[in-house]
């Protein structure tokens, strides 16, 4: 065994469990990540918040009422005498939708004539709105067809309206479209990325800091047992997070792991190499720790952007699409969306494998030619 | 004897600072060279280049036999050296310290936890294995430093201002260890802001603005002076400092505590002439006489010499 490089692994695991804020980075942040991000960040519109102003107060009206309440995209939270009061409600954000039902609407529909109600929507967060528009839209439609149904059926019609043209849909590896299927590998490809490329450095810019890198520069370590032994406690650490975030993602949100398990820790490992290099790199440029950590995060935060952490790839304008290939967390959050969702094997995904090998090398080398076992 | 350390014609710039300019020294088995120098006469930079912690500029060094650069892993394998800035974790025990500068230089099993053992008592600190590094007074972190620096048993040892901010007894004790060390064989260079440290080392370097000025024992050193310095002990200050001045054989008056030292380009001429002229200014002489010089009025001088053509 080499002393060396056993002697500096040993050092640097006492110094981790001795740092409260290391500890704290690597134990506590991963899972409220996930907790954020499963949560706070959802796109899902559920429940949102309904002003109705009901003029008519019929048994049709009610029905509808019903309609809107059985679908849980709303939640019938104002019940109001005006319009007036309807606006305010929608001014102050109170309430993000309102529904006005004319006073004749009962009277109007049991008549067989034609009636309209009015649907308003705040639609300064777009995302709320499109979804809430479209099930709006969905329970009208629906109402409307039961309504005509109904009608005929009255008219000595039995027949059951059939349309002449039906979509069925499927929805393979989501099928309730959770969006936490989308985030919780997100999160792995983030910490694995942002984690261990933030904490290799502040290491490394630690002993500079502390001006402990003098008396180290001088013993025979070799520059590469100083650099291994410095980065793979951060390996070992990255990849106890990277199960702590996939036992979490699939007992608390249900996110199925569909891959193999050594398949995923084994890309992740791969894939560590760039996030490593990240941090070994901006140690080779920082003085400080706060220097460090800032320079990781300009690096950082493009490539959350840009690599479908946030947004869907296909989302972006194409420019940006061709500037992703250039972040090698893109890669990763293909491969390992595919590997859990999809339960895909090593050939579905060694494109973006050997993309994201070929990364990890060039970053790591370049890090490693400007990483100097000295002070200047 | 061969020279365990010989560096010839270093230099090193940090962008414009020229840090150092063409320093050369040797040293040898058992031998205590002190550099000495104000602050920022780079002092630091020259340890810092021969441990190869930096790399000169130009000139060549070989520590142990073994030239920096081309073997410089080998020639550490020789080096133990004391920065001057605390350099040890603080976030480990005392024990953890010494044990990993051990067992990364090789040390393992009952050898480094005799050697470890041994040095903890060597320096005074058994009793204090599992206190943190950074919970130390200073004077004792200074001792873990130097135990850490020794658990390799080095035949060169570098340390850098090693009883900065320590006080006098504990810079005392350090000394006694310091002169246990060189009794073995080991070739030191320490530097030390302190005189009386200073007068301990075998030979000594003054450094001034990246040069060596001159270099010699400390005997040596102070002989060159020998009759030129006059003690006066007298009041008014202002006064006496001024009619001293102005007598032709004086070279300047310097103020060392509550006394005057007074360089002169000869003793006889001011001592029959100043006590009648001070007496006339109303100075009040309570001592004045020859003195054997001090290290101090060495260096002093010398900077004086090197400041002089520059104003002029
Ligand atoms: N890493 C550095 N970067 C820039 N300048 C430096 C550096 N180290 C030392 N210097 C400069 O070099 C000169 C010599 O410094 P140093 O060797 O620390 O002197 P000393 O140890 O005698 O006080 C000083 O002017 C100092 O400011
Ligand atoms: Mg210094």
Known sequence: ???????????????????????????????????????????DVRNVPLAVFDQDRGASARALLDAFRAADYFRLAYDVDSEADLRELIDRGLARAGLIIPAAYSQQLTSGESTSVAFILDGSDPTVAATALSAAQLIGQSLATDLMTERLERRGASLRLQLPLEVRTQVWYNPDLEQAYFMVPGVIGMILF?????????????????????????????????????????????????????????????????????????????????????????????NTQQEAMLSVWMLLLPSLFLSGFFFPLEAMPLVLQWISYAMPLRYYLVIIRSLMLKGVGLQAIQGDVIALALFGVAIMGAAAARFRKRLD | MNALIDAQNLHKAFGSVQAVRGVSLTVRAGEAYGLVGPDGAGK??????????????????????????????????????????????????????????????????????????????????????????????????????????????????????????????????FWQLLIRVLAEGTAVIVSTPYMDEAARCTRLGFMYQGRVLVEGAPRELTASMQGRVLELAAHPKDAARAVT??????????????????????????????????????????????IPPSLEDVFISLLAAQTTPAQA
């Open chain 1, 194 to 286: 942002a984690l261990t490329s933030i904490l290799t450095a502040t290491a490394i810019v630690r002993e500079r800091e502390r001006g402990t890198i003098e008396q180290l520069i001088v013993t025979p370590i070799r520059s590469w047992e100083l650099v291994v032994g410095k980065l793979l406690p951060y390996v070992v650490l990255a990849l106890l997070n990277t199960i702590e975030v996939l036992v979490i993602g699939a007992w608390w949100f249900g996110v199925p792991v569909r891959g193999n398990i050594g398949l995923i820790l084994g890309v992740s490992a791969i894939f560590l190499m760039s996030s490593l290099g990240i941090g070994l790199l901006a140690s080779t440029i920082a």
């Open chain 1, 1 to 43: 065994m080499n002393t060396r490089l056993v002697s500096i692994i040993r050092k640097e695991f006492i110094q981790i469990s001795r740092d409260p804020r290391t500890l704290i980075l690597v134990l506590i942040i991963p899972v409220m990540q996930l907790f954020l991000l499963g949560y706070a960040a959802t796109n």
């Open chain 2, 245 to 290: 001045a102005a007598d032709p054989a004086v070279e300047d008056v310097l103020t060392f505590g509550d006394r005057f030292h007074v360089r002169v380009r000869e003793t006889a001429g001011p001592l029959a002439r100043l006590p009648a002229a001070l007496a006339q200014a109303g100075v009040n002489v309570e001592r004045l006489r020859a």
């Open chain 2, 44 to 173: 630091t930079t020259t340890m810092r280049l021969l441990v190869g912690a930096l790399r000169a500029d130009q000139g060549q060094i070989q520590v142990g036999g073994f030239t920096l650069g081309r073997e410089t892993e080998q020639a550490r394998a020789h080096i133990g050296y004391l920065a001057q800035r605390f350099s040890l974790y603080g976030d480990l025990s005392v024990a953890e310290n010494l044990t990993f500068f051990g067992s990364i230089r090789g040390l393992r099993g009952p050898a480094l936890a005799g050697r470890a053992a041994t040095l903890l008592k060597f320096v005074g600190l058994h009793g204090f294995e599992a206190r943190r590094a950074d919970q130390l007074s200073g004077g004792m972190k200074q001792k873990l430093g130097l135990a850490c620096a020794l658990i390799h048993e080095p035949k060169i040892l570098l340390l850098d201002e090693p009883t900065g901010g320590v006080d006098p007894v504990t810079r005392q004790d």
